[in-house]
């Protein structure tokens, strides 16, 4: 089954700096690939996520590439601001009909004013 | 619109003993998940629905864990006997449709539960 590995588990960085979030996956089938941030206490809230068929997308100051043929992928996070720190999740979807969701471990951010 | 909901927020149990957590999914959302989080991980797949039959349960510890979705709607997740390793977040989670919108997961706020 798809399996998903994220780095680092912890990253701080200093308030205007950007920060990087890097995800492989193992099924060369997945098509989706969402981020979730997770507030201390809170649900996981889906923040960007990008298709297969596309390299790159970005919303602001918050932006996800993809490598299909490295099966990797990053959120970029420019400009941080102190409430960007959260955990964040990455996922990957297989192609396949069951609509399964697997999540990596987590990246706890912390954004230093 | 409503979103999902989930009780109890917090459950305090002894080992051994059982516990079972209820999930409403935001209305007409066919694919239902449980997740179970243990703290400082990312959520883990219990268990998924689609409408009132189990797409995937192979990560469900089926000698201790049950689920039900009846009716295609509410779920419940059950456990019994509960172990100190089951203390986690569950997370429901639902899902309208893969195909026609962008096929984000809406998730409850979580039930907390900690094993004694």
């Known amino acids: 089954g798809e399996n998903v590995e994220q780095h680092p588990s912890t990253l701080s960085v200093q308030e205007g700096d950007s920060a990087v979030i890097k995800c492989t996956y193992s099924?060369?089938?997945?098509?989706?690939f969402p981020w979730y941030k997770q507030e201390l206490g809170k649900r996981p809230q889906l923040i960007i996520d990008i298709r297969s068929n596309v390299g790159e997308k970005k919303d602001q100051r918050i932006a996800v590439t993809l490598n299909k043929t490295a099966k990797h992928f990053s959120l970029h996070i420019t400009e941080t601001q102190p409430e960007d720190s959260a955990v964040y999740f990455c996922?990957?979807?297989?192609?396949?009909?069951?609509?399964?969701?697997?999540f990596g471990s987590g990246t706890r951010l912390l954004v230093r004013p | 619109e409503a979103g999902v909901a989930q009780s109890p927020r917090y459950k305090i149990i002894e080992k051994r003993q059982s516990v079972a957590f209820w999930c409403n999914p935001i209305?007409?959302?066919?694919?239902l998940y449980w997740y179970q989080q243990i703290l400082g991980q990312g959520p883990k797949l219990l268990i998924q629905f689609q409408n009132n039959g189990v797409v995937d349960d192979s990560q469900l510890p089926k000698d201790r864990f049950s689920a039900e979705r009846l009716k295609g709607v509410d779920s419940t997740l059950k456990i019994q006997p509960a172990k100190l390793e089951d203390s986690a977040v569950y997370l429901c989670?639902?899902?309208?449709?893969?195909?026609?919108?962008?096929?984000?997961?809406?998730f409850g706020e979580g039930s907390r539960l900690t094993v004694l």
């Open positions: 099924d060369s089938a997945s098509n989706y």
């Open positions: 996922a990957a979807k297989g192609a396949d009909s069951s609509y399964k969701l697997i």
């Open positions: 209305s007409g959302h066919a694919t």
């Open positions: 989670a639902s899902v309208g449709g893969w195909a026609s919108n962008t096929g984000e997961l809406f």
